[in-house]
């Protein structure tokens, strides 16, 4: 898992701190590095925009939800694929 993420997050909530996890992880499979990091330092794969709705009369305030949303597998080969996708959502 810490291959994929070479940046975890920071004290400022950035993804900037390099993965210490990773050298380790690429030379020795087993190794007990794999379970140090948590899920916390990794980030969520979806990316959020707000904005405003002006239909006729009545303003909206909404947000544009987009990215990896999930994982599918293909029967034939077993290989697995990242699923993209987006939703909109009324702001709080």
């Known amino acids: 898992m810490n291959v994929f993420f070479p940046y975890l997050r920071d ?9 210490p996890y990773v050298d380790a992880a690429i030379k020795n499979w087993d190794s007990p590095y794999l379970a140090e990091s948590t899920m916390d330092c990794f980030p969520v794969g ?3 925009v707000p904005f405003v709705w002006k239909y ?36 709080d």
């Open 11 to 19: 004290i400022q909530g950035n993804y900037t701190e390099i993965n």
């Open 46 to 48: 979806l990316s959020q």
């Open 56 to 91: 006729y009369q009545e303003i909206f305030n909404l947000n544009f939800i987009g990215g990896f949303v999930g994982v599918s597998q293909e029967r034939n080969n077993l290989a697995l694929q990242a699923e993209i996708g987006w939703a909109i959502t009324q702001s």
